[in-house]
């Protein structure tokens, strides 16, 4: 049986691919592995029974028979982990790959979270004009700091893994910004990223929902 996942009946990013569902979706289109999805309200989301599969009331979870799954990271792991070629077979780069899913995640998106928070949700308080620009420059900093590991390697640590993935899915967040354009080869990286037939199919998946055509292929 397939394995059913759910994302936001009505993203509030208008099909933009930003919604934590396009990670999954992703994953899974990599590892060639057919998906279900089931589409939640808001409202649905804070209800009993989809918080007995996500205790904090979100998408995306991934059920798969008796597994019932939340948080991106770790559906994105578990999709890589029982399928070919998002994780490499070699013990150290296994856990090197693993390891920038961790950094992308808990290092990179932790300050990108934090400018969504001052612009949409502090962005009225009288001390926001000054917090903005010290929430860019830590960005900034880690974007910095990724242009420089990245180099000119197309991947972070050799072939496409799901660390690239995670690490993507988090910078997609940032192309409105123009911070991305500080970083060419960071830039190129995301763009690089989002040329891979899996995620252009995962994209159009999820912009379907918000345009309700349906997917042609
Ligand atoms: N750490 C969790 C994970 O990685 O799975 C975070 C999950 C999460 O934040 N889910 C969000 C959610 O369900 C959707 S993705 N929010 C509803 C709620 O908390 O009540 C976050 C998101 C939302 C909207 C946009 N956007 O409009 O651009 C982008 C990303």
């Given at each position: ?9 009505s ?8 919604a934590?569902?396009?990670?999954v ?8 592995q ?40 770790a ?7 029982h ?6 077979d ?15 995640v ?27 620009p ?19 390697t ?12 995670m ?20 830039a ?22 918000f ?7």
């Amino acid at each position: 049986m397939n394995p059913t996942i759910t994302a936001f009946e009505s993203s509030p990013d208008r099909g933009r691919g930003l919604a934590r569902d396009m990670r999954v979706r992703w994953a899974l289109e990599e590892a060639g592995q057919p998906y279900e999805v089931r589409l939640v309200s808001f409202s649905a989301m804070k209800e009993p029974a989809h918080l007995a599969l996500h205790p904090f009331g979100q998408i995306p979870t991934y059920e798969e028979g008796d597994l019932v799954l939340f948080e991106s990271g770790a559906i994105v792991l578990h999709i890589a982990e029982h399928h070919a070629g998002l994780l490499p077979d070699e013990a150290n780069a296994r856990a090197r790959a693993i390891a920038w899913m961790f950094a992308a995640v808990n290092t990179v998106e932790t300050p990108i979270l934090d400018l969504q928070t001052a612009k949409f949700a502090e962005g009225n308080k009288p001390w926001a004009e000054q917090r903005l620009p010290i929430v860019m420059d830590r960005i900034r900093d880690r974007l910095k700091q990724l242009s420089a590991r990245l180099g000119d390697t197309d991947w972070l640590d050799g072939a496409f893994s799901a660390g690239d993935l995670m690490m993507v899915g988090v910078l997609l967040r940032l192309k409105a910004s123009g911070l991305l354009d500080e970083c060419p080869n960071v830039a190129a990286y995301v763009a690089r990223g989002e040329t891979r037939p899996a995620f252009k199919r995962a994209f159009a998946a999820q912009l379907a929902v918000f345009t309700g055509q349906p997917l042609t292929s």
